[in-house]
């Protein structure tokens, strides 16, 4: 049984931005949001170092494995891997548009085989009893046909499938990068509205360029969740009030000295070399957004010297550097919106 609330509010998955620290980090911020991993190819867990790939927190749940490839056999192995490890759910990339991923004969270009993607779906089921969910497109290329979208979901419904993450941009494969893929399809968030109305008894959550909580707030009255990608990578701030905002939790509102506090004891606590210690500082650049001395910030957290020299002490460094040290989180919360 899907239940929908599961999805109200998702941060996406990002290639080389959403790794286990990174989401750890968002946790921090808030306790219901699912989150998703940067998206691992199947090739990468059958031959590489999976427990790289596929180790994570317990505080991450809830948290998705999203995959890449177009194999059954392959698929369904990494599947059941997911589900070992401890996952949530898994979701199959069907919206990457990178002539890369391209070449490996998966992601945006699957919507393209809608039986391969049928075969790897029922794969994956049988090999695991976790939810077996899709991101996609709403088309390819210049094909704004409603209906190629509609029947590309109504037959994979129809093989049980019941959560459809809607990027509401279509997949230009040739001509157009990743990052203008994101940005120069128009969007037609209609299309996921109108998915929603001929596939009631699904849940679809809405992806594409929402950038704050009043967006979220407009989508979740037409669809059942909303996925935020860049705006919660690089403002996280926004992350700190999905709780209460969105589910009505009535727990005090973390704040940035105890996200630090808890980083701090994050990085005493796991084992990681200088390469994870860095990337965990990247993903943090964005916590004093909007703030007196997040230039600083962001320069300290970038500093490999200095990252080496204060270890599991740079943030408690960098706040005090930018000037809040043993002072009081100066957020208000009339203040939260005002980057």
């Keep these: 049984m899907i239940e929908k609330e599961s999805w109200k509010f998702c941060v996406a998955p990002m290639l080389d931005l959403t790794d286990r620290h990174c989401r750890y980090f968002h946790r921090q911020l808030t306790k219901k949001a699912r989150l998703y991993s940067e998206m691992v ?20 749940h809830p948290v998705a494995l999203q995959l890449g ?23 199959l990339n069907c919206g990457c548009p990178s002539e890369k991923v391209q070449k490996g004969a998966f992601g945006a270009c699957l919507m393209q085989e809608t039986q391969v993607v049928i ?17 996609h497109r709403i088309g390819i290329d210049d094909n704004e046909d409603y209906g190629f979208v509609r029947d590309f979901v109504g037959n994979l419904f129809a093989n049980g499938v019941r959560v ?15 990052k203008e893929n994101r940005e120069i399809p128009p969007l037609r968030r209609q299309i996921a509205y109108q998915l929603k109305k001929d596939y009631p008894e699904a849940v679809f959550v809405i992806n594409g360029a929402l950038k704050s909580l009043e967006e979220v707030e407009t989508e979740l ?18 992350l700190a009030d999905v709780d209460a905002r969105l589910y009505g939790s009535n727990i005090e509102p973390v704040t940035r000295e105890q996200v630090i506090d808890s980083m701090t004891e994050y990085l005493k606590n796991t084992a990681m070399d200088f390469h994870a210690l860095r990337a965990t500082c990247r993903h943090m650049h964005g916590l004093l957004t909007g703030l007196a001395g997040a230039k600083t910030w962001r320069r300290l957290l970038s500093e490999a010297r200095t990252i080496e020299e204060e270890g ?4 408690h460094y960098a706040y005090a ?3 809040w040290a ?14």
């Design 164 to 178: 459809f993450i809607v990027h509401t941009r279509n997949a230009w494969l040739k001509g157009l990068s990743p």
């Design 41 to 60: 190819t199947t090739g990468a867990l059958i031959h590489g170092d999976k427990a790289r790939h596929l180790d994570f927190s317990e505080a991450e």
């Design 69 to 91: 490839g177009s194999d059954p056999t392959e698929l369904a192995f990494c599947a059941k891997l997911g589900e070992q490890w401890g996952y949530d759910e898994i979701n």
């Design 119 to 135: 075969d790897c779906v029922k794969a994956m089921q049988d090999a695991t009893t976790l939810p077996v969910t899709i991101k």
């Design 321 to 323: 550097r930018a000037g």
């Design 326 to 339: 043993d002072q009081k989180d100066p957020l208000k919360e009339d203040e939260m919106w005002s980057y």
């Design 221 to 238: 009255k037409f669809i059942d969740g909303a996925m935020v990608g860049r705006a919660a990578y690089y403002t996280p701030w926004l």
């Design 312 to 315: 599991s002490e740079i943030f």
